[in-house]
């Protein structure tokens, strides 16, 4: 089993910045990506960014490409999401999630690709 907890989300005003980070525990080892999500009220839960946790490959959604940096720390176990220049419409619960060589197929960009999420932590952007 692999355990994700994610911190950092907050309230910041348009422009600002936040860095998520999702803390990962248990058998980390399993694990070949890493991916962050959202869900805005009232919409469906969206792909973010995704990283190989070995290859360090990755890849973003439209919506966050130029903002957004997703990294990784195997050392420490933890998986990071900087954004930037944060536009009222990224307003979400923001979700870590892992997923092991069995599960779902390329580009692993649906939810149903990933195994293990977290609670997810708020970021607000006021205008």
């Known amino acids: 089993q692999v355990q994700l907890v994610e911190s950092g989300g907050g309230l910041v005003q348009a422009g600002g910045s936040l860095r998520l980070s999702c803390e990962v525990a248990?058998?980390?080892?399993?694990?070949?990506?890493m991916s962050w999500f959202r869900q805005a009220p009232g919409k469906e839960r969206e792909f973010v960014a995704r990283i190989g946790r070995f290859s360090g490959t990755t890849d973003y959604a439209d919506s966050g490409k130029g903002r957004f940096i997703i990294s990784r720390d195997n050392a420490n176990n933890t998986l990071s999401l900087q954004m930037n220049s944060l536009k009222p419409e990224d307003t979400a619960l923001y979700y870590c999630a892992a997923r092991t060589p069995d599960r779902g197929s390329w580009p692993y960009t649906r939810e149903s690709d990933y195994n293990y999420w977290g609670q997810g932590t708020q970021v607000t952007v006021s205008s």
């Open positions: 248990g058998r980390t080892s399993s694990i070949n990506f």
